[in-house]
């Protein structure tokens, strides 16, 4: 069974990076699909930042892609996000996400983790 | 605001049927079959129930059943259970963005 879990840290200091990690079990990342992240700011719907294909392929919320990287460690089947020059507008819940482009669906999604961005 | 309208709220007794809408343009859920429906249990995994307007994955309750009419897609959730109480949020593919647009969700409320 797929699973994603997400981690890094909780708070994150204004003009500062976030930086969370997605780990993948029950499935290699390089054996197809793409991969990805949504966020819920609180009271607000879901936003994608993004999403990759391990060879390189990359797909962005045009509103957030000068401050994305993502990034894949397929040794550890696991893959990050990084968000630069974080505001309050940041804070949200973050979802790492298994994407299907041809069909615009995300079929595997991790529980999410909280991150505030915060002096 | 979101891309996609749903309601912000629906509510049924147990055994009923409610149907949950969502309501784009011909950019989207109009003008392709690329509509999705995911159940969110706070603090867990959102979960996909319903994929390409109607397709259920492997797993999935028939209980849910999904259905397009011109720019609104529609989730129907019939002999409704206590689990089934959750945010529902809806998901099209839409003109030149592959990553697709979301509703806003649905809080649904089992009496």
């Known amino acids: 069974q797929v699973q994603l879990r997400e981690s890094g840290p909780g708070l994150v200091k204004p003009s500062e990076t976030l930086s969370l990690s997605c780990s993948v079990s029950?499935?290699?990342?390089?054996?197809?699909?793409?991969w990805g992240w949504i966020r819920q700011p609180p009271g607000k719907g879901l936003e994608w930042i993004g999403s990759?294909?391990?060879?390189?392929?990359?797909y962005y919320n045009p509103s957030l892609k000068s401050r994305v990287t993502m990034s894949v460690d397929t040794s550890k089947n696991h893959f990050s996000l990084k968000l630069t020059s974080v505001t309050a507008a940041d804070t949200a819940l973050y979802y790492c996400?298994?994407?299907?482009?041809?069909?615009?669906?995300?079929?595997?999604w991790g529980q999410g983790t909280l991150v505030t961005v915060s002096s | 605001q979101s891309a996609l309208t749903q309601p912000a709220s629906v509510s049924g007794s147990p055994g009923q049927s409610i149907t949950i809408s969502c309501t784009g343009t011909?950019?989207?859920?109009?003008?392709?079959?690329?509509v999705s429906w995911y159940q969110h249990h706070p603090g867990k995994a959102p979960k996909l129930m319903i994929y390409?307007?109607?397709a259920r994955p492997s797993g999935v309750s028939n209980r849910f059943s999904g259905s397009k009419s011109g720019n609104t897609a529609s989730l129907t959730i019939s002999g409704l259970q206590a689990e089934d109480e959750a945010d529902y949020y809806c998901?099209?593919?839409?003109?030149?963005?592959?990553?697709?647009?979301f509703g806003g969700g649905t809080r649904l409320t089992v009496l």
């Open positions: 011909s950019s989207d859920v109009g003008g392709y079959n690329f």
């Open positions: 998901s099209s593919y839409t003109t030149g963005n592959i990553l697709g647009v």
């Open positions: 029950g499935y290699s990342i390089t054996s197809g699909y793409y």
């Open positions: 390409d307007v109607s």
């Open positions: 990759f294909y391990h060879s390189g392929n990359t």
């Open positions: 996400v298994r994407f299907v482009p041809e069909e615009t669906v995300c079929d595997y």
